[in-house]
């Protein structure tokens, strides 16, 4: 009797603790830094500036608050949140405030029809159906024919369903020369036609960058299809503004593959000389949609371009590119929400830390329009945490791929069948089927989000308005039907889960009563999850 007392007591301040913790009173903002997802909602002291910058992912000139605040520019400002209010430092544009219900939703479904109607377009709906598979942890810069090849049998023959395949940077054979690498790839239709047969859908990597020692940006170069470089006016100094062949000198910015001229998309030149390779490569060899890395305003902001574009309009005509091709994945975008494009969260380390970092930037993305998302990579998306001497923890690939499997999209890289043991293998593939059981349910839950702009995943927040929930930041709802509460720590053996209102069965088959916090014990097997009955 005296234990179950303590049992009884140690629940009730535990709640008690909880509700202490998420004031119901409190005002907490969301903004649309979606990198920095992990640092929301803000409720003291947080400091941004989008001027030229999207922060290595998506970005939005846009922020939210619990209690129907919007605050919205058409141009990127710089601001800080301090005691719960904010303050614009610096602004491109006008800034408007609005204040609309008292809610989450109400501000974010203001927001939505406002500046960023939902388009009533998914992306290509296998993205969302199948599982994803990146070739870049496999293979990374050793992008080829044979072993792009052996990676897609390997998926099949270790029961894998066929999906997406993306065969990712340095499959061509230079920046800005989009045809396959005749040395690595003697043969791409051959390839492309196996893939196809296998049930392969491919996407290939591309970026806005032309390699500076190539036919390719002599050519672009003389058309002006690149951002120049005016320093010599801007200081008013006697450095040259034009090459030795009387072109405007381009300007050329360093990237994490070294040094490369930019395309100027707001010159309709590079535009059409960009699209016109794509569609080459989908004429010729077959190819079905593409990964477009780069586009991170940063890397425009030294340069003049033809249309007086700001860097941050760079990102958004980048992000124009890939309306026309419905396979697409994008990971940096400035203000594209509504838009029938994937936005994938930037490249996470293989650790703990990071993973915890997931949930609650999917959840960002979602109330910034930008809600046909998908995580990083399984296990992580930073290469040198898989180079030889990376130690690797296999826990962390379980509960990554459990994290995915009832997200939006799932995508994986590192071949689990090469990396895990027969247990921790087992896990993965049963999280695989775990999503197949519910995917039918994710996918009409994008179809109407592609219709009423609500995001696919959301927030108890977002969901259970005022109800003390703005703080809770690892669980997640898809839809209205289905709670998650993926295990994001080592070694956990029982997890802590607040569930809402209503009736819920578990994935265990028990039935809880909700608006409490329950524990419940879990195994390597096992995905927190709940449907509300």
């Not at 005016?230 to 040094?259: C, H, Y």
């Not at 091709?325 to 969260?345: C, F, H, I, S, T």
């Not at 459990?402 to 939006?408: D, G, K, T």
């Not at 669980?475 to 009736?503: N, R, S």
Request: charged fraction near 20%.
């Amino acid at each position: 009797m005296k234990k179950i007392i303590l049992l009884l007591l140690s629940v009730l301040f535990f709640n008690l603790g909880l509700l202490a913790q998420n004031n119901t009173d409190e005002k907490l903002w969301w903004a649309g830094i979606t990198s920095q997802g992990h640092l929301m909602p803000v409720s003291n002291t947080y400091k941004a500036n989008t001027i030229d910058n999207t922060y290595g992912n998506q970005a939005q000139p846009l922020l939210l608050s619990n209690k129907g605040d919007v605050i919205w520019s058409e141009e990127p400002f710089e601001f800080k949140i301090e005691n719960n209010e904010v303050t614009i430092l610096q602004a491109k544009g006008e800034i408007i405030k609005t204040k609309v219900g008292t809610t989450l939703k109400s501000g974010y479904m203001y927001a939505s029809e406002t500046y960023f109607p939902p388009q009533g377009k998914l992306p290509n709906e296998l993205l969302i159906a199948k599982p994803q598979y990146n070739t870049w942890i496999e293979l990374m810069y050793d992008q080829n024919q044979t072993d792009v090849l052996k990676y897609a049998h390997d998926i099949i023959d270790n029961g894998f369903p066929p999906g997406v395949l993306m065969i990712d940077d340095n499959w061509q054979e230079d920046y800005g020369k989009w045809n396959f690498h005749p040395g690595r790839f003697p043969n791409p239709k051959a390839m492309m036609e196996e893939l196809h047969n296998l049930g392969f859908k491919v996407m290939l990597w591309v970026c806005p960058f032309v390699s500076p020692d190539c036919d390719v940006y002599r050519n672009l170069a003389s058309k002006g299809a690149f951002l120049v470089n005016d320093l010599g006016q801007k200081q008013n100094n006697t450095m040259p503004t034009v090459d030795l062949r009387n072109n405007a000198k381009p300007e050329i910015v360093s990237w994490w593959n070294g040094f490369s001229a930019v395309l100027d998309l707001s010159n309709p030149v590079a535009e059409k000389w960009f699209k016109s390779q794509l569609d080459f490569l989908q004429k010729e060899y077959g190819v079905d949609g593409f990964k477009f890395d780069a586009g991170d305003a940063r890397y425009y902001k030294n340069g003049r371009s033809k249309g007086n574009a700001s860097a941050n309009d760079q990102a958004t005509l980048f992000g124009e590119i890939g309306l026309s091709y419905p396979l697409n994945e994008y990971r940096a975008m400035w203000k594209m929400g509504g838009q029938p494009l994937v936005q994938r969260l930037r490249d996470k380390a293989h650790n703990w830390n990071d993973l915890q970092k997931l949930v609650p930037s999917m959840l960002l993305q979602g109330i910034m329009g930008y809600y046909f998302n998908c995580p990083d990579l399984i296990g992580g998306g930073e290469f040198t945490s898989f180079l030889r001497s990376a130690k690797i923890d296999q826990e962390l690939i379980v509960r990554s791929a459990q994290c995915h499997a009832l997200m939006p999209m799932m995508q994986f890289s590192v071949a689990p069948w090469r990396i895990l043991d027969d247990t921790h293998f087992e896990a993965v593939k049963r999280a695989v089927e775990i999503r197949r059981k519910y995917v039918d349910y994710i996918l009409d839950e994008a179809k109407k989000t592609a219709q009423t702009g609500e995001p696919t995943i959301r927030s108890l927040e977002y969901a259970y308005p005022n109800s003390g929930y703005g703080k809770i930041n690892q669980q997640f709802l898809i839809g209205d039907k289905l709670l998650v509460a993926p295990i994001v720590e080592k070694g956990i053996t029982e997890l802590k889960v607040y569930l809402p209102e209503g009736k819920w069965k578990a994935f265990n088959g028990k039935t809880y009563k909700g608006d409490k916090q329950i524990i419940i014990p879990v195994g390597i097997n096992d995905i927190p999850y709940f449907e509300k009955l």
